[in-house]
């Protein structure tokens, strides 16, 4: 049986503006209706599985959560205070199924929660192959067929056969376009994936042997696990000392047991919006997009404006080749195809602005639900609130801000000081400065409220929690 180890960590931004730090890529469907997240466990189907261990870190628990909650394969999420890459999770992962499960002979396979894989029968069959090899010790890395000299991707050259793979003869980084050009007429490198597979037990002996400290500062955070709701902490203080490093650095690359099994399965980890373009179904022009779009005498472009439920709106091209449009309710992105690697430069240039479009989108998520802030000025906000059926926001108190709902749809619970009592549809309350309030979904529908705040500071800092459902300081 295999244990799915799912990588849910990074920002992806890269793929701004869809993509924030607050919600990345692995959390959004961008190839279909699952997100990336979802369709990394669905494709697992054909095989023999056991309930998946996931990494992510504080900031995105209950939005893996839900989505796996979703799916019915909730499993074990494993929060990181900080991250460490690759090489400390995996160690935290294989730490625990063996803990969890006594035997740490189990087979863990690694992936990563925001890859495309176009043929699952494929990749179905690669892991199958794969699975005899790990069985006896070796530490199984997937190797992409190549189908062009990409310059994006590290690459891997295979040595000698070995049942349904080759010894790893080099990993290498990065290529120029000659290098990468070489590397593919020879036949006999592979794109280095970030997917592997192997004993529990071989990799953390091999992490002992190649980096005893980040092994010993992985076992020391879970000497003293914490058990918090859905999800599995480490001990912050002891995790924090851990050194930082991939697994390719800190094992694949120092041990003699290292195989690769080639996988041709339409593999894409959507790094960059032309990544997302080479995936997407395209007309006969070459245009992919998404949501409401008339193209005229344009080509190869990529056009991504909203769903209908994220109050869609027109986008039309004229004369266009090789251009990027990404349309967001606060954001919106135009680039060059050859340039979208440099998106990542608006980012930092956000986060050095102090600017909140780099972390967050103006519809927020939360445990309960989400809002969407749909105006704003200086001594006023106003956000779209939807309570999902049983959940509850906390009891809080803000020292600042009065509220003023309008329950636009469903029934509302409402704490009001020392006053609990019922609001429905067209009907509202008022909250003052300072009073003891809370928010709760008692029906089976959604709940859909308008919030208006008034005040002289109108942040979310401003929230003092006396109750949350959710664990939340």
Known sequence: MLVPVIMAGGSGTRLWPLSRALYPKQFLPLTGSCTMLQETISRLGQLNTAEPVTICNEEHRFIVAEQLRTLDNLGTIVLEPLGRNTAPAIALAANITAHRNGDADLLLLVLAADHVIQDEAAFTAAVEKAIP?????????????????????????????????????????????????????????????????????????????HRPDIAGACEASLKHTEKDLDFVRVDKAEFLKCPEDSIDYAVMEKTSDAVVVPLDAGWNDIGSWSALWEVDEKDENGNASRGDVILYDSK?????????????????????????????????????????????????????????????????????????????????????????????????????RAEHWIVVSGTAKVTNGDKTFLVTENESTYIPVGVVHALENPGKVPLELIEVQSGSYLGEDDIVRFEDLYGRS
């Open 133 to 209: 090899l790990a069985e006896q010790g070796k530490l199984v890395t997937f190797g992409i067929v190549p189908k062009s000299a990409h310059t994006g991707y590290g690459y891997i050259k295979r040595g000698d056969n070995v049942d349904a793979g080759y010894n790893v003869s080099q990993f290498v980084e990065k290529p120029d376009a000659g290098t990468a050009q070489q590397y593919l007429d020879s036949g006999k490198y592979y794109w280095n994936s970030g997917m592997f597979l192997f004993k529990a037990s071989r990799y953390l002996d091999e992490l002992k042997t």
């Open 300 to 400: 190869n472009c990529l056009v991504h404006g909203s769903s209908e439920q994220e109050g869609q709106r027109l986008i039309a091209t004229v004369g266009l080749e090789d251009i990027v449009i990404v349309d967001t309710k606060d954001a919106v992105l135009v680039a060059h195809k050859d340039k979208v690697q440099d998106v990542k430069k608006i980012v930092e240039q956000l986060k050095d602005d102090g600017r909140s479009e780099f972390q967050i989108h103006r519809e927020v998520y939360r445990p309960w639900g989400k809002y969407d802030s749909v105006d704003n000025g200086e001594r006023y906000q106003v956000k779209r609130i939807t309570v999902k059926p049983g959940a509850k926001l906390s009891v809080q108190m803000h020292h600042h």
